[in-house]
C-alpha cells in the first residue's frame, strides 16, 4: 500500500455540547482527489478544521503524511470557504496571493521577488492576470473563488485542503479549476475537496469519502459510490436519479 | 486668540506647542490602531475600552494618591484590557452575543468608575481635583512630561505595526488561514488589542474616557473612503487623526476653550462626513454621478435602437422621419439626441427631418445583435 496523505483516529470534534463529528477514522493514501459529500451539518467543513487545528478536538489523532500538523505545516494548502473573509478588505488580488508564501517566510520577513514571481505564476495559472492590482471587491465570485485557489498554490504543498471551492462558480470557472486541481493531482499531489454536487463526483474524483457525523464509507469512487452509501448519508428515500 | 494666532503659536509658543504636539501624537497612534479595529469589526470595543479605563484612573489615584500620568496610564490600561479580557470571555464561554457582553461590561466598569470618582471628591486630598477632566478630557492640561510619555508608547506601537505588518494583515483578514499557515493566532490577537488599549489610553486625558473611542474609529472609516491598499488606509488614517488632534485643539484655544475632547471629536467627524460626500469610487457623489451616467448611456442605446427600429421598417433604410417621431421614442430627452448627433449617428437633413447615418445603422445593428448590452 502506498504512504498515507491522512490517518485520523478516533477524531471528535463538539461545538459546545453537541458533537459535530463522532469517532471520525480515516485513511486516504498519497496522490488522490478525493471528495468529501454529506447532507448540511454532516460536519465536513469541521473535518477539514479538525485536521488543520484550527478548531481543537474533543479527542482523537491526526497524522499528516505521516507526522503530526505542526511538523508538516509547510507542506500543506488550504483553501476556506468564499465566505468566511469580508471581500471588502483593503487589499489586491496580488496581496491575497502572497500569503500564501506567509507560511514559509515565517515571523516578520516580507515577501521578496521570488515570494513575487510565485504569486505571478499562480495568478497566471488560475487566469486572473488581468486583475491582478484590482481590490478584491471588485471581483466576481468565481473570480474571489479563484484568488483563494492562487493563494493555495503559492504554498507549493503536498496536500491541498478545499472547502467547498466550486461554491458560487459558473460552469465554465468549474471546469477551469477541476482541471487545476487534476493537474495537481496528476503530479503525485493529494486533493481533499468538500463537494455538494453528487453528479460530478465521479467525473472529478477517484476516491470519495461520505460522512454525516460519523463516517459512512470512505474508498475509491467505482467501489462505493453507490447507492447504499448514498441512503446511509443522505437518508433512506434518497437514490442517484440517473 | 484667533486661530491662525494658534498656529503662530503652534511654532513658537512653548505650551502650545506641548498640547499641540500632544494631541497629534495621540491622533497620529489613534489612527493608525483604528484602522485595525474597523478592520477586524471592533470598533465597539473601542469603546468598552475607553469607558472600562475610568474606575482604573480612579484607582491609580487611590492608590498613589498622585495624579502622576504613568500610573493613571497604566491603571486606565489595565482596566481596559481586563474589560476585554472579559468581553471575549463572556462571548466564548456563555451563549451572550457580542453586542450584549461589550454593554454589560461597559456599564459595569463605568459605572463603578463613577462611583470611585465621587467617592474621591468626598475624601480629603488637595490632589483630587481635576480628575473628573478624565471625562471629557482637557487638552490644557497636558504637560512636557506627559507628552513624552505618549510619544514613548506611540513609537513603541509604531514600531510593533510595522514589524508584524504582514502578520497583522493576514490576521485581520483571514485568522483561520493565519492559523494553517502556522502563526500564533492568540499572540496577534494579543498583540493587536493590546496596542488599541494603549491607543485609547493615551487619550484620556486629552479626549476622555466617554469620546475617545470616536477619535479611534472616525480617521480609519474616513481613510477607508479613499484608498484601497491597506498602506494607503493606514496613512492616511494617521494623518486625518493627527489633523483632528491638531485643528481640534486649535479650536478649542480659540472658541474660549471649549471643552478639547468633544471639539477634537466633531473635527474627525466632519473629516468622515467629507470623506464619504467626495471621495472618489467609494463616495456618495461618485456613485451618484457613475450612476447618473450610467443612466444616460442606457437611455442613449434605448433611442438608437428604437431609431433603428423605426428605419428598418421601410424599405430605404435612409428614408427621412420627421423629428415628432424620435421625441415619442423611448430613451429620448435633449442631451441623449445631442450625443447622437455630437457622435455622428444620426443626420439631419433639414430641421425636423432625420435618418441614421451609415455609422449609426452600424452601431445599432450591433446594439441590438446582442440585446442592447454595451
Same mark, same amino acid.
Given at each position: 500500500?502506498?504512504?498515507?496523505?491522512?490517518?485520523?483516529?478516533?477524531?471528535?470534534?463538539?461545538?459546545?455540547?453537541?458533537?459535530?463529528?463522532?469517532?471520525?477514522?480515516? $485513511?486516504?493514501?498519497?496522490?488522490?482527489?478525493?471528495? *468529501?459529500?454529506?447532507?448540511?451539518?454532516?460536519?465536513?467543513?469541521?473535518?477539514?478544521?479538525? *485536521?488543520? $487545528?484550527?478548531?481543537?478536538?474533543?479527542?482523537?489523532?491526526?497524522?499528516?503524511?505521516?507526522?503530526?500538523?505542526?511538523?508538516?505545516?509547510?507542506?500543506?494548502?488550504?483553501?476556506?470557504?468564499?465566505?468566511?473573509?469580508?471581500?471588502?478588505?483593503?487589499?489586491?488580488?496580488?496581496?491575497?496571493?502572497?500569503?500564501?508564501?506567509?507560511?514559509?517566510?515565517?515571523?516578520?520577513?516580507?515577501?521578496?521577488?521570488?515570494?513575487?514571481?510565485?504569486?505571478?505564476?499562480?495568478?497566471?495559472?488560475?487566469?486572473?492576470?488581468? +486583475?491582478?492590482?484590482?481590490?478584491?471587491?471588485?471581483?466576481?465570485?468565481?473570480?474571489?473563488?479563484?484568488?483563494?485557489?492562487?493563494?493555495?498554490?503559492?504554498?507549493?504543498?503536498?496536500?491541498?485542503?478545499?472547502? $467547498?471551492?466550486?461554491?458560487?462558480?459558473?460552469?465554465?470557472?468549474?471546469?477551469?479549476?477541476?482541471? *487545476?486541481?487534476?493537474?495537481?493531482?496528476?503530479?503525485?499531489?493529494?486533493?481533499?475537496?468538500?463537494?455538494?454536487?453528487?453528479?460530478?463526483?465521479?467525473?472529478?474524483?477517484?476516491?470519495?469519502?461520505?460522512?454525516?457525523?460519523?463516517?459512512?464509507?470512505?474508498?475509491?469512487?467505482?467501489?462505493?459510490?453507490?447507492?447504499?452509501?448514498?441512503?446511509?448519508?443522505?437518508?433512506?428515500? +434518497?437514490?442517484?436519479?440517473? | 486668540?484667533?486661530?491662525?494666532?494658534?498656529?503662530?503659536?503652534?511654532?513658537?509658543?512653548?505650551?502650545?506647542?506641548?498640547?499641540?504636539?500632544?494631541?497629534?501624537?495621540?491622533?497620529?497612534? @489613534?489612527?493608525?490602531?483604528?484602522?485595525?479595529?474597523?478592520?477586524?469589526?471592533?470598533?465597539?470595543?473601542?469603546?468598552?475600552?475607553?469607558? @472600562?479605563?475610568?474606575?482604573?484612573?480612579?484607582?491609580?489615584? &487611590?492608590? /498613589?494618591?498622585?495624579?502622576?500620568?504613568?500610573?493613571?496610564?497604566?491603571?486606565?490600561?489595565?482596566?481596559?484590557?481586563?474589560?476585554?479580557?472579559?468581553?471575549?470571555?463572556?462571548?466564548?464561554?456563555?451563549?451572550?452575543?457580542?453586542?450584549?457582553?461589550?454593554?454589560?461590561?461597559?456599564?459595569?466598569?463605568?459605572?463603578?468608575?463613577?462611583?470611585?470618582?465621587?467617592?474621591?471628591?468626598?475624601?480629603?486630598?488637595?490632589?483630587?481635583? !481635576?480628575?473628573?477632566?478624565?471625562?471629557?478630557?482637557?487638552?490644557? /492640561? &497636558? &504637560?512636557?512630561? =506627559?507628552?513624552?510619555?505618549?510619544?514613548?508608547?506611540?513609537?513603541?506601537?509604531?514600531?510593533?505595526?510595522?514589524?508584524?505588518?504582514?502578520?497583522?494583515?493576514?490576521?485581520?483578514?483571514?485568522?483561520?488561514?493565519?492559523?494553517?499557515?502556522?502563526?500564533?493566532?492568540?499572540? &496577534? =490577537?494579543?498583540?493587536?488589542?493590546?496596542?488599541?488599549?494603549?491607543?485609547?489610553?493615551?487619550?484620556?486625558?486629552?479626549?476622555?474616557?466617554?469620546?475617545?473611542?470616536?477619535? %479611534?474609529?472616525?480617521?480609519?472609516?474616513?481613510?477607508?473612503?479613499?484608498?484601497?491598499?491597506? #498602506?494607503?488606509?493606514?496613512?492616511?488614517?494617521?494623518?486625518?487623526?493627527?489633523?483632528? !488632534?491638531?485643528?481640534?485643539?486649535?479650536? #478649542? @484655544?480659540?472658541?474660549?476653550?471649549?471643552? /478639547?475632547?468633544?471639539?477634537?471629536?466633531?473635527? #474627525?467627524?466632519?473629516?468622515?462626513?467629507?470623506?464619504?460626500?467626495?471621495?472618489?469610487?467609494?463616495?456618495?457623489?461618485?456613485?451618484?454621478?457613475?450612476?447618473?451616467?450610467?443612466?444616460?448611456?442606457?437611455?442613449?442605446?434605448?433611442?438608437?435602437?428604437?431609431?433603428?427600429?423605426?428605419?428598418?421598417?421601410?424599405?430605404?433604410?435612409?428614408?427621412?422621419?420627421?423629428?415628432?417621431?424620435?421625441?415619442?421614442?423611448?430613451?429620448?430627452?435633449?442631451?441623449?439626441?445631442?450625443?447622437?448627433?455630437? =457622435?455622428? %449617428?444620426?443626420?439631419?437633413?433639414?430641421?425636423?427631418?432625420?435618418?441614421?447615418?451609415?455609422?449609426?445603422?452600424?452601431?445599432?445593428?450591433?446594439?441590438?445583435?446582442?440585446?442592447?448590452?454595451?
Amino acid at each position: 500500500m502506498s504512504k498515507l496523505a491522512i490517518e485520523i483516529n478516533d477524531l471528535t470534534v463538539a461545538y459546545n455540547y453537541k458533537p459535530v463529528l463522532w469517532d471520525i477514522d480515516l $485513511e486516504v493514501p498519497e496522490g488522490v482527489m478525493m471528495a *468529501i459529500v454529506g447532507p448540511n451539518g454532516a460536519g465536513k467543513s469541521t473535518l477539514i478544521k479538525g *485536521i488543520l $487545528e484550527i478548531v481543537k478536538p474533543l479527542a482523537g489523532e491526526v497524522k499528516l503524511l505521516g507526522q503530526p500538523y505542526h511538523k508538516v505545516r509547510t507542506q500543506i494548502g488550504y483553501v476556506p470557504q468564499k465566505g468566511s473573509v469580508d471581500w471588502d478588505f483593503p487589499t489586491t488580488v496580488k496581496d491575497v496571493v502572497l500569503m500564501g508564501t506567509y507560511g514559509k517566510l515565517g515571523w516578520i520577513k516580507r515577501p521578496g521577488s521570488k515570494e513575487k514571481a510565485l504569486a505571478d505564476k499562480a495568478i497566471e495559472k488560475v487566469g486572473l492576470s488581468d +486583475f491582478s492590482k484590482r481590490q478584491i471587491s471588485q471581483l466576481s465570485g468565481g473570480q474571489q473563488q479563484r484568488v483563494f485557489l492562487a493563494r493555495a498554490l503559492v504554498q507549493e504543498a503536498d496536500v491541498y485542503f478545499m472547502d $467547498e471551492p466550486f461554491q458560487g462558480v459558473d460552469v465554465t470557472t468549474e471546469k477551469a479549476i477541476v482541471n *487545476i486541481l487534476k493537474e495537481l493531482k496528476n503530479t503525485g499531489k493529494t486533493v481533499i475537496v468538500v463537494h455538494h454536487d453528487l453528479q460530478t463526483v465521479t467525473e472529478y474524483f477517484d476516491w470519495v469519502t461520505f460522512l454525516n457525523v460519523r463516517r459512512i464509507a470512505s474508498g475509491p469512487v467505482n467501489k462505493i459510490f453507490n447507492n447504499l452509501n448514498l441512503e446511509l448519508t443522505y437518508g433512506s428515500k +434518497f437514490a442517484l436519479t440517473d | 486668540m484667533d486661530l491662525y494666532n494658534f498656529f503662530i503659536d503652534l511654532f513658537t509658543d512653548y505650551t502650545t506647542q506641548t498640547i499641540g504636539l500632544g494631541t497629534a501624537v495621540l491622533g497620529l497612534m @489613534s489612527g493608525v490602531l483604528g484602522v485595525y479595529a474597523i478592520l477586524r469589526k471592533q470598533s465597539l470595543l473601542g469603546d468598552a475600552v475607553a469607558h @472600562s479605563a475610568l474606575p482604573g484612573i480612579a484607582l491609580a489615584f &487611590l492608590l /498613589t494618591g498622585t495624579k502622576n500620568t504613568l500610573f493613571i496610564f497604566a491603571g486606565a490600561a489595565f482596566a481596559g484590557w481586563l474589560a476585554t479580557f472579559w468581553i471575549g470571555a463572556i462571548i466564548k464561554n456563555t451563549r451572550i452575543k457580542s453586542d450584549a457582553a461589550l454593554a454589560i461590561v461597559l456599564s459595569v466598569f463605568f459605572g463603578f468608575g463613577l462611583v470611585l470618582l465621587t467617592f474621591i471628591q468626598r475624601i480629603e486630598n488637595a490632589n483630587q481635583a !481635576g480628575l473628573e477632566t478624565y471625562l471629557f478630557g482637557q487638552a490644557a /492640561t &497636558l &504637560l512636557q512630561q =506627559d507628552v513624552i510619555t505618549m510619544a514613548m508608547i506611540a513609537l513603541f506601537s509604531l514600531i510593533v505595526v510595522v514589524l508584524l505588518w504582514k502578520e497583522f494583515k493576514l490576521f485581520s483578514f483571514d485568522e483561520q488561514y493565519a492559523k494553517t499557515l502556522g502563526f500564533n493566532t492568540r499572540f &496577534l =490577537d494579543f498583540a493587536i488589542n493590546t496596542l488599541i488599549v494603549l491607543a485609547i489610553v493615551i487619550g484620556l486625558q486629552t479626549v476622555g474616557v466617554i469620546l475617545m473611542s470616536a477619535l %479611534l474609529i472616525a480617521p480609519a472609516a474616513a481613510a477607508r473612503q479613499w484608498t484601497n491598499r491597506l #498602506s494607503g488606509v493606514v496613512v492616511l488614517s494617521a494623518l486625518f487623526g493627527i489633523l483632528s !488632534g491638531v485643528v481640534g485643539t486649535g479650536i #478649542s @484655544s480659540v472658541g474660549n476653550n471649549l471643552s /478639547t475632547g468633544p471639539v477634537i471629536v466633531l473635527v #474627525s467627524i466632519v473629516i468622515v462626513l467629507i470623506s464619504f460626500v467626495f471621495a472618489p469610487g467609494r463616495g456618495w457623489l461618485a456613485k451618484l454621478i457613475g450612476k447618473q451616467k450610467n443612466r444616460q448611456s442606457l437611455a442613449v442605446s434605448k433611442l438608437l435602437e428604437g431609431l433603428y427600429q423605426t428605419c428598418i421598417t421601410h424599405q430605404n433604410v435612409k428614408h427621412q422621419h420627421s423629428l415628432n417621431i424620435i421625441k415619442a421614442l423611448p430613451g429620448y430627452n435633449k442631451k441623449t439626441l445631442l450625443t447622437l448627433k455630437n =457622435d455622428g %449617428l444620426i443626420d439631419f437633413t433639414t430641421e425636423t427631418e432625420w435618418c441614421l447615418t451609415d455609422k449609426g445603422l452600424f452601431m445599432a445593428k450591433k446594439h441590438s445583435g446582442n440585446g442592447g448590452a454595451n
